[in-house]
């Protein structure tokens, strides 16, 4: 088994990859988009837009949340109102809302006061989903890496909107494992869900595909249990986590 890496390294990344190599891993560190004919791979950590090249000339089937997955949830778990849209209709949004894309990062996430601060049809196909959502503070945040619907590892990322790294706690582990317990089956076997307090209580914040999160304090180890799973050879993928598989989507604007 081998695992590409992308041209540049985080330093998630680079923890990543001296992980593999503990674990006897061999890695692959592309330095372009372009994947070598001779180079064959079962395995990769990067972004969207590196995956999407590289995994299909691989074979590489790459799992994440479907797009709608936080927006369905009941808010017994998100803690606030979500909704899935496209950017054409958050254009007409005249509130402060926070949006993100789904799975990807074409629009920058952030807390936008209306929906003509968004980037434009020049810049963003109109069709492209969104996720809005109320705007809500966190207390604190946390990474949970999920594998085969139970909570594997993780660790705590921020406390009140400020980079807080530390371990993961009980308590969040405790929601995470309610919340699979609950929803398992919406997931694929392999990914990554923040969750966090508010207003004394707990939510769930997004869901990242494993492949492509950083794992910030999370033990290495654990964490490349789960991106080995959530990237790894396409016709090894089960029939449970078929519908997971990222199909990719040109980023491209309208008319471009």
């Known amino acids: 088994m081998t695992l590409v890496l992308p041209p540049r390294l985080t330093a998630s990344a680079q923890a990543m990859r001296d992980a593999a190599h503990e674990r006897g891993l ?3 560190q592309l ?4 994947v070598p004919a001779e180079l064959h791979a079962e395995h990769l950590h990067a972004g969207p837009s590196f995956a999407d090249v590289v995994a299909p000339v691989l074979g590489i089937g790459l799992l994440q949340a479907p797009e709608d997955w936080l927006a369905l949830l009941p808010r017994t778990y998100t803690g606030r109102e979500i909704h899935l849209m496209t ?17 990807d990062k074409l629009i920058r996430a952030l807390v936008y006061t209306d929906g003509s601060r968004l980037p434009g049809p020049d810049e963003v196909a109109p069709e492209t989903p969104v ?3 109320e705007v809500v ?3 604190a945040e946390y990474r949970l890496y999920l594998l085969d619907g139970a909570v594997h590892a993780g660790s705590r990322y921020s406390e009140n909107g400020r980079l807080s790294l530390g371990p993961l706690s009980e308590d969040a582990a405790a929601f995470g494992a309610e919340l699979l317990s609950a929803c398992s089956g919406t997931l694929p076997s392999a ?14 914040i997004e869901a990242n595909a494993a492949w492509a999160s950083g794992m910030y304090t999370t033990e290495p180890q654990r964490a490349l249990d789960v991106v080995l799973r959530a ?3 396409a016709d090894a993928v089960t029939p449970r986590d078929r519908p997971f598989l990222r199909n990719p989507t040109p980023p491209a604007a309208g008319g471009s």
């Open 131 to 133: 996720l809005v959502s």
């Open 87 to 103: 950017i054409r209709q958050a254009y007409d949004l005249r509130r402060p809302v926070f949006i993100k894309s789904p799975n």
């Open 31 to 34: 330095p372009t988009l372009d």
């Open 191 to 204: 990914i990554v869900v923040d969750v966090g307090k508010v207003g004394g209580g707990w939510a769930v």
């Open 137 to 139: 503070e966190f207390a």
């Open 26 to 28: 061999p890695t692959v």
């Open 231 to 233: 990237a790894g050879p």
